[in-house]
């Protein structure tokens, strides 16, 4: 705790007066362009991660960076969602996954979780993904998961969750008219690398592939 107040001491003292004219100007309204998903994991900095500031991104976590499929229950996750498509409209929505991911190793052995009920029910929107590893490499449903196969099945669960995203209506509709646009990525914790895919598209590619035309039109606008 005594980082936490050394930081909000330097924040007032030094980040904020230097930073004086964007907080005022996020005073009153935000208008982010991007719609950020990712894990609760303590090694996640969205803004760190994309090089951006504050009001750029309009963030949501939770363990296992999960989008329960839409339905008539509110929560919290659907409810986010939707203010962000349909009030803010943002235009991008990225899914973002991370290596080491706690959430999904609990979901690849959900009966180790016995005394912690609602984080297996949690992890449950995470069925699909696992089945579908477990499927493409012969495994049994009570055979235990080898570490091999937990990058597989952190990528499958991003798209998961994007097709999860779908289903929401109010994405549905901004995606039918070409005004939303999803992006599925896994980050490397230990390299700094991310890996990505488009919200159609079930192939991973490294970051600087997949956008390579938009890096290359960013590279010549700012020359």
């Not at 499929?69 to 973002?96: D, F, K, Q, W």
């Not at 970051?207 to 590279?219: G, M, P, Q, S, V």
């Amino acid at each position: 705790m005594d980082q936490i107040i050394r930081g909000v001491l330097a924040f007032k003292e030094n980040t904020y007066p230097e930073r004086k004219d964007l907080f005022a100007s996020l005073a009153d309204q935000q208008n982010p362009d991007v719609l950020f998903i990712t894990c609760s994991d303590s090694r996640i900095d969205p803004n760190l991660l994309t090089g951006s500031h504050p009001g750029d991104l309009f963030i949501c976590r939770n363990a296992g960076n999960i989008i329960p499929p839409h339905s008539n229950e509110t929560g919290g996750m659907t409810a986010s969602i939707e203010y962000a498509v349909a009030v803010l409209g943002v235009r991008h929505i990225i899914v973002c996954g991370h290596t080491d991911c706690g959430a999904i190793k609990g979901a690849l052995d959900l009966d180790a979780l016995k005394g912690l009920p609602h984080v297996k029910e949690w992890l449950g929107h995470c069925r699909s993904a696992m089945e579908i590893v477990r499927e493409r490499n012969n495994l049994a449903v009570d055979e235990p998961v080898d570490a091999c196969y937990i990058n597989e099945a952190i990528e499958e669960n991003v798209l998961q969750q994007v097709q999860h995203l779908r289903t929401h209506p109010v994405v549905a509709a901004k995606l039918a008219t070409n005004k939303v646009e999803i992006h599925g990525w896994v980050y490397d914790i230990k390299t700094g690398v991310i890996r990505c895919c488009s919200g159609q598209s079930s192939v991973f590619a490294d970051f600087n592939e997949h956008y390579a035309d938009r890096i290359e039109t960013i590279l010549e606008s700012d020359k």
